[in-house]
């Protein structure tokens, strides 16, 4: 981490004090850009840091003394940890950058990402101008060429193979009113095939958590893990995936001399710091946590009082721990049972305790079920629902979690409304809008109500036949607004399936590995790059992994001809017939809409998760006054006139209208508050009975509540039985009165008047009911998790007895792991592959690496790809530190070229690969694909170039985490 050493506002770093006697002239934002990454005199003195070993990064202009500073603030735009950026702005130009001091999450630090970001600002290899591939050539062409280009073929591909033809991917990266506008898009379109980057990161955590206690998101945050007396992260490496919030836990582990243990098939930087440190084998999380949770049994350390009130079905839990021995979880993970002992006593014993994960649970076959052990781990032992406790999911991208809760995804509409007619009737009722005209747009009803695919299974949905796909046609389009190819698995398949489009659209600040790979498998036309700016040059929230909505300002202006996701989504709705009706009550200057009304417009739909209180001035306010929240209760004084009791961020859910002023909440599922002070109990959305046992809470309550037992979701009807119906206004009744015919079953999700929720919190209670959480989810395949071989494992001789589960048809295509793994076990894969391939992120990139790679800093630091292997198996092929091999995977024929790095962080038998590298593909260097000068400053093979097949039947998660390989000497 780099930290800031001083206190107060912006101010110069010793390298911009060391240049800035380059140049005394002002400079206004065309001379600025004209001289950007060029030398300039007195660079000698910039060459004495040493700042890399192979290529030195060049400075660009520095600030300019006597011109005035503007201060604008924004969200850096990598990881999802939320840290404030204070650029300085000097006629126009970005100038200088500090991490803000004010900010309770970063508290005036940076990564080395972050510290770099002004750089993606200024980067000169970024797109400038639309581009069009001509007979294989990139050319440039103007915007309304390019807008009505691919207007006129998506009319084209729709007319004749229906609107479900064309894939829409989005974006983690998008604003939530960006990600709303592509949702809605979508939706006017008449498709569901519509995803982005939550998908092969944390759908499954969003599958696992929904469907235990109520909702798929991190129960708590960064700042609260200071509380914790033990923390266990279990297949997460904050330390160089989510640098910044490792203060938090580094500190609170000091202040409390707390447990901080890591269960990790790999030693990583976070290990480092543990005070334990558990390897496991990668694929076996749920034996090791039935492992834990067998000793906890077995010697009565589980919360009892807790799990009589407020958790159903944990006896079954307990008749399934007997199947999970120590000796078992050993000859499953080879992790030692009085190993596990001691981290399970510690988490059940030495609380508050906390589970942090990210995707090294999420990323795997049974990732759903993985999920669902930890969550019920946390149950059984009491530790969610207070401060210092919970289940800690860290997030990837910097809106990754907004952009799943706006519902930018193929099961969802915004606010995981689902895909009912009930829920499709609300969002026509929001956008104002006929119901039939929305499913006019459609193919059929059920079509409109089904899932749509996965962009984990877009190019088989290319590539079947057609009899193989639940939809009129094969894709035949797609529109990729923000995503990067190489963080999906299986790119051999992948470039077959680029061939096969009749139209790629790529609308991003870089052409990313889409573009090159389009290229290597033979695209020659009808291939659009579109330039897209960054989250600097436009306005809007976004929302970090404990929930909280923060709003960034416009830094600078896009340069050339970049445009705003904003402008890219209103222009091709104009093209497609569309925008009178997707902006009929959002404000457009020029080709523009405005973020501030999308929000609104949010707000007013938004009532099922709370994102219903956050209006922009709320948000905006928070950002101006962020000094004063705690740095631990992130809540801010009860008496400040702007921000009084607010939670930092209105961490969702902030109920009500914005003039109820609910503050958020910071810890989910904590009853020892009142619910206008944030407290909640567990939701009650799997009904009120089962079995004959009840499903709601009971003698547990909120701090407050008139109702002092478990209580259903609230609705009319329940309002009406209550009396408390008597509190609505007239004009509330009113709205609920022209909801629908009857009147008793409009809820408090679905109330737009939001008088249901503003009556049912004045009378202490929560509008989503008071339920006990599920150990056992009875809709899901594996209603109590179990252990499940990958589909390409080494330990073959327990895949009889726990194979992965049978093939089906899920989101319109066949899954047909079981098929694959009984292939690879049949044919003796494991015996040519044997090295267990795993793989996760680098501090110095992110995601799919495009932009971190093309940033001069960051590229300077990490230059080539590379595979880590043990000394024993690199001594086994006789391979060096450093040397060049070939890892071979065990489909495809695929290979990748890549340096070695010969470690003992990695066990024998055991590889690791980051996969934030693309630009090579099977040893060959693909930089001439790449418009000129638009290519990354460091290019190397991708990770998913190796792993293999492999979904989670919940929701097609992806399994990069486990798969086999072979390491050659090139």
């Known amino acids: 981490m780099l930290t800031k050493r001083k206190s107060g506002q912006a101010g110069r770093t010793r390298l911009q004090t060391l240049m800035g006697a380059v140049s005394s002239v002002p400079l206004d934002r065309r001379t600025f850009l004209r001289r950007s990454g060029l030398a300039v005199g007195g660079m000698a003195a910039v060459g004495a840091f040493h700042l890399g070993t192979i290529k030195k ?97 998506l009319r084209e591909i729709r007319e004749k193979s229906g609107p479900d033809s064309v894939y829409w991917m989005g974006s983690a990266k998008f604003s939530n009113e960006g990600t709303y506008l592509f949702r809605k898009l979508a939706a006017f379109w008449g498709t569901n095939n519509q995803d982005h980057q939550a998908r092969i990161c944390h759908s499954t955590t969003v599958s696992g958590v929904a469907n235990t206690w109520g909702y798929g998101a991190m129960t708590n945050s960064f700042n609260d893990i200071r509380n914790a007396k033990t923390m266990i992260i279990m297949g997460g490496n904050p330390a160089e995936a989510h640098p910044i919030s490792l203060q938090h836990l580094l500190e609170g582990k000091e202040l409390n001399h707390a447990n901080f243990i890591v269960i990790d098939p790999r030693f990583t930087r976070t290990a480092a710091h543990a005070t334990d440190y558990v390897r496991i084998r990668s694929g076996t999380d749920i034996a090791v946590l039935w492992g834990m949770l067998w000793h906890i049994f077995e010697n009565g350390w589980e919360d009892k009082e807790f799990i009589a009130q407020r958790v159903y079905g944990m006896d079954e839990i307990r008749k399934e721990m007997a199947k999970y021995p120590p000796e078992e979880v050993e000859r499953i993970s080879g992790v030692p049972g009085e190993q596990l002992k001691r981290v399970a006593e510690m988490f059940a014993t030495q609380k508050p305790a906390t589970l942090i994960w990210c995707m090294g649970q999420t990323q795997h076959t049974v990732g759903t079920a993985n999920v669902r052990a930890s969550c019920i781990l946390c149950l059984a032992t009491g530790n969610v629902g207070k401060p210092g406790t919970g289940a800690n999911i860290f997030r990837g991208h910097d809106n990754v979690q907004g952009a799943t809760d706006i519902g930018l995804d193929v099961t969802t509409l915004p606010f995981y409304y689902g895909l009912t007619e009930g829920a499709w009737n609300h969002w026509a009722r929001v956008w104002e809008v006929e119901y039939d ?95 897209v700016c960054t989250q600097f040059e436009t306005s809007g929230s976004r929302v970090a992994s404990n929930r909280s909505i923060q709003w960034g300002e416009q830094i600078v202006k896009p340069s050339f001809e970049q445009k705003d996701d904003y402008q890219v989504i209103y222009r091709l709705a104009q093209k497609l017939g569309l925008a009178e009706r997707m902006f009929k009550n959002i404000a457009v200057e020029g080709d523009r809409p405005v973020p501030e009304d ?35 209760t992130l ?127 004045s009378h202490g209670c929560h509008p989503y009911g008071n339920g006990k959480a599920r150990a056992v989810a009875w809709n899901l395949p594996d209603p109590i998790p179990v252990h499940r071989e990958p589909i390409y494992t080494p330990r073959v001789d327990l895949v009889e007895k726990y194979p992965t589960l049978p093939d089906a048809i899920q989101f319109r295509l066949p899954n047909i792991g079981f098929s694959v793994q009984k292939a690879a076990v049949d044919k003796g894969v494991a015996k040519a592959f044997p090295l267990i391939l795993t793989s996760g992120r680098l501090v110095e990139y992110e995601g799919g690496g495009e932009e971190t790679r093309s940033n001069r800093w960051l590229a300077e630091l990490q230059q080539e790809m590379f595979v880590e292997i043990n000394p024993a198996d690199a001594a086994e092929r006789g391979i060096s530190d450093g040397a060049w091999v070939w890892v071979t995977g065990a489909e495809s024929n695929s290979k990748a070229k890549v340096r070695a790095l010969v470690t003992q962080r990695v066990g024998k038998g055991v590889t690791f690969m980051p996969f934030h590298f693309g630009g090579w593909f099977q040893g060959e260097d693909l930089r001439q694909n790449y418009p000129q000068g638009t ?17 989670d039947p919940v929701t097609n998660m992806q399994e990069p985490k486990v798969t086999l390989c072979q390491v050659m000497a090139a």
């Open 437 to 531: 005209y929305l499913l006019s747009r459609f193919d059929s009803k059920e079509i409109m109500e089904a899932p749509g695919i996965p962009l984990t299974r877009w190019f088989d949905a290319v590539s079947l036949p057609k009899e193989q796909i639940a939809q009129r046609d094969n894709l035949r389009a797609m529109f990729v607004q923000g995503h990067a190819s190489n963080s999906i698995t299986r790119i051999p398949e992948s470039v077959k399936g680029l061939a096969k489009l009749d139209l790629l659209v790529i609308a991003d600040p870089h052409p990313t590995t889409w573009a090159s790979l389009a290229v290597q498998g033979g695209r020659k036309d009808n291939t659009f790059l579109l330039p």
């Open 935 to 951: 290519d990354p400053i460091v290019l190397g093979e991708s990770a998913n170039s190796i792993t293999t097949y492999g979904y």
């Open 57 to 153: 990064a060049e400075a660009i202009s520095p600030p300019q003394p006597g011109v005035p500073i503007e201060l604008r603030k924004s969200i850096c735009t990598h990881c999802a940890v939320g840290c404030t950026v204070t650029a300085e702005v000097q006629n126009g130009v970005w100038t200088g950058q500090e991490p803000s001091w004010d900010s309770p999450i970063n508290r005036g630090s940076h990564c080395a990402k972050g510290a770099s970001v002004r750089e993606l600002v200024h980067s000169d290899r970024r797109l400038k101008y639309p581009m069009k591939l001509v007979s294989g050539q990139w050319e440039r062409i103007s915007w309304d060429d390019a807008i009505n280009g691919i207007g006129d073929k």
């Open 598 to 632: 999308v929000l609104r417009e949010m707000n007013r739909g938004s009532w099922s998760t709370g994102y219903c209180g956050q209006s922009p001035e709320r948000l905006k306010a928070h950002m101006k006054n962020q000094r004063k929240f705690d740095l631990v």
């Open 635 to 761: 809540r801010a004084p009860k008496d400040d006139p702007e921000v009084g009791g607010d939670y930092y961020g209105l961490p969702w859910p902030c109920w009500g209208k914005p003039e109820l002023r609910h503050p958020g909440t910071a810890n989910l599922y904590n009853t020892g508050l009142h619910v206008m002070d944030g407290g909640s109990p567990f939701r009650a959305r799997f009904g009120v009975e089962r079995n004959g046992q009840t499903l709601l809470a009971e003698g547990s309550y909120t701090e407050g509540s008139e109702l002092t037992d478990g209580y259903p979701e609230f609705t009319m009807a329940v309002l009406k039985k209550l009396g408390w119906d008597k509190d609505l206004t007239a004009e509330e009744l009113g709205v609920i009165q022209k909801i629908g015919s009857d009147i008793d079953k409009v809820s408090w999700s679905t109330d737009l008047s939001g008088g249901i929720q503003r009556v049912v919190l």
